[in-house]
Every structure is written in C-alpha cells, then in structure tokens.
C-alpha cells in the first residue's frame, strides 16, 4: 500500500535527496506497517522524533508502536524546536 512520508526541518537529510525539497515521499509499505516501524525502518533518531501527525491527528509515543497506518495516510514528522 502506499502512504505520504513527510519530514521536516533538519529531518529532511533522512529523505532521498530528490525529496528534500517538498519534504515529501510516496512509500510503498507493507500492510502490517505501524507508525513505529515505519520511523525504525527509515532510521530515524528517536530523540529527534518529537511531533507525529497520521492525517492531522497527534500519534503520542505510546501508541505509535500499535497504530496501524493505511493505504492513503499522510505521515508527517517534525523533530524538536528550539527559538528564542
């Protein structure tokens, strides 16, 4: 199935260079996949992990590990910000 993979600020060097500029990957994924997984299997630092939106919706640590994503889910990921 395929899903909408977006990273953003300094996340995005984990996406292909040709995807960097709109932070944006269509993905092909296995249907069992979980939000979890999905950001293990793209090695992803976990303490950069910090904002997680499935379609608009917070995904809160916890349950990342068991929410399953589905065909047509816009993934989207910010790591932490700090401004002053």
Do not use: C
């Not at 395929?2 to 993905?27: H, V």
């Amino acid at each position: 199935m395929q899903i909408t993979f977006k990273l953003y600020a300094f996340l995005s060097d984990y996406l292909p260079a040709d995807a960097r500029r709109t932070n944006t990957l269509t993905l092909e994924i296995p249907d069992e996949t979980t939000v979890g997984s999905l950001i293990a299997s793209r090695a992803l630092p976990p303490r950069l992990v910090h904002l997680v939106l499935l379609n608009g919706e917070f995904v809160p640590p916890p349950q990342r590990g068991e929410r399953r994503l589905q065909a047509g889910d816009v993934l989207a990921i910010w790591p932490p910000i700090a401004g002053g």
